[in-house]
């Protein structure tokens, strides 16, 4: 486990923001709720109030007497009635866009990034440090290893790989001085799935004592009992899935319980491997749904493409109840936004999953407060009590009978200032797209775009693909958009192309149900090229398509049913372009339309 000088560390820095906050107590308006049931993140306090003064949390008292130390001026937050609880944790998240911002707004005010670029990384250490940031939740983020073409490097995000045991010292000690909060081990040779590579066994002992030497927790990713056996052997200090075979038994059990790991079990996202569409049922609550985005309604939607398997989710179920039994520290993570989950709801609907394994009410809020805190090191958070952060969340009843009741969300704290939630906007009203000529690219000049076009290759999520774009003359008169590119490895499921924006601006969705296909002129080198389309039901997965292009001008349709999962009435892009394989290509357009 991780040494103790680093938990010392956390502890002082409590202290320090509990000094901070009284020496700006003349300063500070303070905010007082009143008489609600409170979490502390430990224990249950039937009626308290708490009192919040700058960033942190002053005082929590029984009753629902106001402290004579808030003053005049304090805010008053009636309680009654209420649960009050730390900011949610979760554990387990992938970060990007607007990621942050729709976790804080289910109340989620800290989340553990498991796969993150180190120059994202640096860039929230550097806001955090910098002072209170109420808008967004914070994030602490681990130092990913993996070796190269392994699992994570298909995401399209530039990570470092480490492929010479020999070099496993100074890799650990590179991702000390980029700022990793803990280390993230990816131990996942595909072995329930698409084989991949990954490390010998061998490595891993080496890997997780490298990272002890630097204070550092060593997490590992795995997805079997197997794999989990020897990541535990290895000196895990957690592991952040569980295993979905079959193969763990209370050997597994007990070699973990033995050397006091931790589990993060991502019980929302195995819900959608096991094929049991927990996603859509959490999109459809009520209390969830108005605060979720299109993309967000998008990506809960999606799936991995199996059979229910209402068998095997009971399975992991009960083998996360067995070892929460066996003392095993259990914690909240969505492994957002895989598909089926999205950031910040997925966290209420884990909840659930955790009760649904065994955990009481309290056990699983403890899981998403205190229980991060403790197990990495946060200590500045996950509980309400003087000196701590206020990051808090206020919901409707009794969350510690009725874990469903963190969903009725009454009140979001973050940094001490209130939160204001943001209702999605409705979906109506939008405009119909009627069929139109989307370019016939007479405007072209030079490497210049019509408007609503533009270049997009993978760039944009870290590849390494390139485009550029000219006009080209067409027999008999008039122009078309001749497109060349490379398309290089770096990304999982490279393109290089154009992408024509169908609303106003990027993800502005429009109703195109009443369009039949894409269709649209093309010359090329004899290959099968692509077409994808964006839309909100996709999330933020494109639905891709093909088509042939050879040396003569050929017409090209590609009806929109072909674009699988695409809901045409919230698309927003459509994108043309080069293979799926890599290479240079090159490939000439003209007369883009959508037709009935």
Not at 279 to 295: V, W
Not at 410 to 416: E, L, P, S, V
Not at 431 to 438: A, D, N, W
Not at 471 to 496: C, D, V
């Amino acid at each position: 486990m991780k040494p103790e000088p680093f938990r010392l560390l956390r502890i002082a820095a409590v202290a320090v923001c509990g000094l901070t906050a009284s020496a700006g107590v003349a300063l500070a308006q303070p905010t007082v709720i009143q008489g609600a049931r409170v979490f502390t993140g430990d224990a249950v306090l039937d009626s308290a109030t708490v009192l919040i003064r700058g960033r942190t949390i002053e005082s929590v008292t029984s009753g629902d007497d106001i402290p004579a130390t808030a003053g005049a001026d304090a805010e008053i937050v009636d309680g009654t009635g209420m649960t009050l609880l730390p900011g949610l944790i979760d554990s387990h998240t992938h970060n990007f866009g607007p990621a942050l911002e729709q976790a804080l707004n289910f109340g989620v005010t800290t989340v553990l990034d498991m796969l993150t670029a180190e120059a994202m990384a640096a860039q929230w250490r550097r806001q955090q440090e910098a002072g209170a940031v109420p808008d967004r939740a914070d994030v602490f983020a681990g130092g990913p290893v993996t070796v190269e073409g392994g699992h994570g490097t298909q995401f399209g995000i530039a990570l470092p790989t480490l492929n010479d045991p020999e070099q496993t010292e100074a890799f650990i000690a590179d991702r000390m001085a980029a700022g990793a909060d803990f280390i993230k081990v990816i131990y996942e040779p595909g072995s329930a799935g698409r084989p991949l590579p990954t490390f010998a066994a061998s490595t891993l002992a080496r890997i997780a004592t490298a990272a002890h030497s630097h204070d550092l927790l060593a997490v590992f990713h795995i997805s079997t009992a197997k794999e989990a056996g020897e990541a535990i052997a290895a000196g895990a200090d957690a592991l952040v899935h569980m295993y979905f075979d079959d193969a763990g038994g209370p050997d597994l059990i007990e070699a973990a319980r033995k050397a006091g790991i931790f589990l993060v079990p991502t019980l929302a996202v195995l819900e959608t491997v096991t094929g049991m569409a927990g996603g859509l049922e959490l999109a459809g609550d009520p209390l969830i749904a108005p605060f979720l985005t299109p993309e967000q309604r998008g990506g809960l939607g999606q799936d991995f493409g199996r059979e229910p398997d209402p068998d095997g989710m009971a399975s992991i179920l009960a083998d996360v109840g067995a070892l929460h039994a066996a003392g095993v520290p259990i914690l909240a993570g969505s492994d957002a936004p895989n598909p089926g989950t999205t950031h910040g709801a997925s966290v209420h609907r884990e909840l659930e999953l955790l009760v649904r394994a065994g955990l009481t009410p309290v056990e699983a809020l403890h899981a998403a407060t205190a229980a991060p805190v403790d197990a990495f090191g946060l200590g500045d958070r996950g509980r309400i009590a003087p000196g701590f952060k206020a990051d808090l969340l206020l919901v409707q009843g009794d969350a510690t009978a009725d874990v469903l009741a963190t969903r009725d969300i009454a009140g979001i704290w973050k940094d001490g200032v209130r939160f204001e939630r943001q209702a999605a906007a409705p979906a109506t009203g939008r405009p119909r797209l009627e069929p139109t000529l989307l370019s016939d690219f007479e405007d072209v000049d030079g490497a210049s775009l019509p408007a609503k076009w533009l270049h997009s290759t993978d760039a944009f999520a870290g590849g390494k693909s390139t485009v550029t774009t000219t006009a080209a003359p067409r027999n008999g008169g008039g122009k078309a958009l001749r497109i060349e590119g490379e398309i290089r490895e770096g990304f999982a499921f490279p393109w290089s192309g154009v992408m024509v924006l169908l609303g106003s601006q990027l993800g502005d969705p429009v109703d195109a149900g009443g369009i039949r296909a894409l269709a649209f002129d093309a010359r090329g080198e004899g290959a099968t090229y692509q077409a994808m389309a964006f839309a909100e039901s996709l999330g933020m997965r494109p639905a891709a398509a093909s088509f042939d292009a050879g040396e003569d001008w050929s017409r090209v349709e590609i009806p929109l049913s072909s674009f699988g999962g695409l809901d045409p009435s919230g698309a927003w892009a459509f994108f043309i372009g080069g293979p799926t394989g890599l290479g240079a290509f090159s490939l000439e357009i003209d007369n883009v339309e959508l037709v009935e």
